[in-house]
């Protein structure tokens, strides 16, 4: 196992980090509640080359999830709201992956330009999918619905997962309602629903893609999740360097140092886990149980973190105009996207349960 990062990781990281850091600024963001998407961000990433740069040779620069995963680094250390992870880590990956040359075409070539925005429907680790599927006459149709789609207000189109009397299978539907819906930060979750709707198959029932979509874009949201809690934490540290109580800055303090402490050691953790299930993933090697320990390690370490960064900003760390409150809110909806610390715990028993003694 080599942690090393590549070349590639390097280069797109910094390219992503410095557009980033010019154009995600507290006016860009707006006021808490007001959420969305950065349609004008999305477009100039994407002609970055940033947007298709980690995606096979087909509709990209050839590379993967590694370099997906450093990207996504870098957009949760900006809190950046745009729709990486769904429309590039999973959808359009998966298509490039499993889908015909002409999904290829009217929706992968399209999201990468960033012309079209692809969300994926996927229930929580452990629960039953949401949808069901029939074909009659040749022609698939999806009913069902799914919740809290991240990204689904501004969705042109879905990856659906659904029963089918063959198995679970991945569908492309545009044909449905997606209500937005409030969440902690406002920003972009719809409710999905579609009855009847047709639908475009994405690999055989039975085949995996839709396991192989719950893997990636769960190691794309442990990332995700790295670059929240890291920024957090050196925000926090800064803050403690600076804000004095009894002629001392608080960071002198033992008890504020064990925590700061402590969070490092839970940032690390994640790092860690995540690099370890995205190896084995990049490599085509079985990283199930990884993965759940990485999101394990996202979730719960993810809640410590957060709660100890707006604990050491004392009263401003609760002010949902601060710029910390954005990191919070950030870290809690990772924490509990594709399931939260106990069912990851649930599928990891249930995983080792299965091995061969």
């Known amino acids: ?63 993967g999830l590694l370099e997906q995963c450093s990207v996504l680094i870098e957009i949760g250390r900006a809190v950046a709201p745009v729709p990486y992870l769904p429309t590039v880590t999973m959808a359009a990956s998966a298509l490039a992956e499993f889908g015909s040359p002409e999904l290829l075409e009217r929706w992968a070539v399209p999201a990468v330009r960033g012309e079209k925005i692809l969300a994926v429907a996927l229930p929580d680790i452990g629960a039953p999918c949401g949808f069901t599927a029939q074909s009659s006459g040749g022609q698939w149709r999806v009913s069902g619905a ?8 501004f969705a042109d189109g879905f990856l659906v997962p659904a029963e089918t009397p063959q198995g679970v299978a991945v569908f492309l539907v545009d044909d449905v309602g997606a209500p937005p819906q409030r969440t902690i930060d406002h920003a972009d979750a719809a409710l999905v629903q579609a009855s009847d709707a047709p639908a475009t198959l994405v690999g055989e029932p039975g085949s995996g893609v839709a396991e192989w979509l719950r893997l990636r874009g769960t190691a794309g949201l442990c990332a995700l999740q790295l670059g929240v809690l890291d920024s957090a934490l050196h ?34 953790a994640v790092r860690l886990t995540l690099w370890q299930a995205a190896w084995r993933l990049s490599d085509g090697l079985p990283a199930a149980e990884e993965v759940a320990t990485a999101k394990y390690w996202a979730a719960e370490a993810g809640h410590r973190v957060a709660h100890t960064a707006v604990h050491l900003h004392g009263g401003v760390g609760i002010d949902v105009d601060y710029p910390l409150h954005r990191y919070f809110a950030a870290a809690k909806r990772n924490e509990f996207t594709l399931g939260g610390a106990t069912a990851q715990l649930r599928a990891l028993g249930d995983l080792l349960a299965a091995e061969p003694t």
């Open 146 to 153: 799914q919740t809290a789609v991240p990204f689904g207000a």
């Open 235 to 268: 925000r926090t540290a800064e803050y403690t360097k600076q804000r004095k109580q009894f002629d001392h800055a608080i960071a002198a303090f033992q008890a504020v140092r064990q925590r700061l402490a402590d969070a490092y050691l839970d940032v690390e």
């Open 1 to 63: 196992m080599d942690f090393t990062l590549t070349e590639a990781q390097e280069e797109l990281a910094g390219l992503a980090r410095r557009i980033l850091a010019d154009r995600v600024t507290p006016e860009s963001l707006g006021r808490h509640g007001e959420g969305g998407f950065d349609r004008e961000l999305w477009r100039e990433l994407a002609k970055a080359g940033i947007v298709d740069a980690a995606l096979p040779s087909p509709i990209g620069g050839g590379y």
